[in-house]
């Protein structure tokens, strides 16, 4: 992969020099949000790292060279619907096939962990992580972010799992994968939309500080990630029986094709900010910067205790 990776002179000099470094991935801007307010996001993210000292890297792949880093042309490029039919969702079980064929693609949970790790960038942010879809007991259909963190080592920050997803399954396998999930001023694990699943997470921090030491200790003895996990903030939230009620609805409408596999997320969270008039994209948007935020300001902190 390393052969494959071509970085910004920012995220090179950065890294070389022990500077903090967030990633981000670029599914959220092609696939996960509508445009223009997928362009204009993405531009803000970057902009929040910036404003903490912070390198943005966002990542994404262009015939086929994975690009750790992006300016305003690459965003607008991944960013522009009609160039949407040749890019492909890239995850581990395809990256090898879009980086041999010289394809471009954007970034899944899984993909950016990847690249994360080989790069040495320890920290990644992003909306909601993938898990257990619903009905996954039966189905078996597991986003591959789960087990990208046992073979990454890299600190995820999120706003917990999608709410369309089965959450309850999903922290069952972090933990049988031996996970650490910590709670970041929450005792929950968030439900994307809304602050609270009504399922308990063990770990909780309440400061940056205690969380970089936290994260440093297990980079520095475990081989998996971390997911950490940050509430949308309680202005933005969507109350999540309604967010739960509607995505029933959805499924129970929708040809089975067009929720097959990797069209499952989009399809759904394409629907509900119709159906939502907008209120589940406004949330979105507010829980990818909250979470920027936090994500920059966590790598800040553990470079700190780097060069110590």
């Known amino acids: 992969m390393k ?7 920012q995220v090179r000099e950065a890294l070389a020099n022990n500077k903090p470094v967030v990633a981000f991935e670029s599914t959220i801007i092609t696939y996960g949000l509508p445009y223009p307010q997928n362009l204009s996001t993405a531009l803000e993210v970057e902009e929040i790292a910036s404003k903490n000292g912070v390198t943005p890297a966002t990542i994404s792949v262009i015939d086929g060279k994975i690009m750790v880093g992006a300016d305003k042309k690459l965003l607008k490029y ?8 040749s890019i492909d969702k890239v995850s581990r079980h395809n990256f090898s096939c879009v980086l041999g064929e010289s394809k471009s693609g954007v970034t899944t949970v899984a993909a950016t962990m990847m690249v ?7 920290v990644f942010v992003t909306g909601g992580i993938g898990g257990v879809h619903r009905g996954g007991a039966k189905s078996f259909d597991i986003s591959a972010d789960l087990k990208e963190f046992e073979k990454s080592k890299v600190a995820v920050v999120s706003s917990g799992v999608k709410s369309i997803l089965d959450i309850k399954l999903t922290l069952e396998y972090l933990e049988t994968a031996g996970v650490a999930v910590i ?7 968030p439900a994307f939309y809304s602050r609270k699943s009504g399922h308990k997470i063990t770990s909780r921090v309440d400061s940056i500080e205690k969380l970089a030491t936290i994260v440093d200790i297990n980079f520095n003895f475990s081989k998996s990630g971390l997911l950490i996990a940050n509430p949308i903030p309680a ?3 969507i ?5 739960s009620m509607l995505v029933d609805e959805i499924i129970s409408a929708a040809d089975p094709d067009d929720i097959e596999g990797p069209k499952y997320t989009p399809y759904i969270l394409g629907k509900l900010h119709e159906i939502s008039a907008g209120k589940t994209l406004k949330a979105n948007v507010a829980l990818i910067k909250s979470n920027a935020e936090l994500g920059s300001k966590l ?4 470079a700190g205790l780097n060069k110590k």
């Open 183 to 189: 709670g970041y001023k929450c005792d929950e694990l």
């Open 3 to 9: 052969n494959n990776i071509v970085m910004t002179k």
């Open 235 to 237: 202005k933005d939230e």
């Open 116 to 122: 994360c790790d080989a790069c040495g960038i320890k």
């Open 78 to 85: 991944i960013a522009d619907p009609k160039n949407k039919s």
């Open 299 to 302: 790598a800040f902190s553990l």
């Open 239 to 243: 109350n999540s029986n309604k967010i």
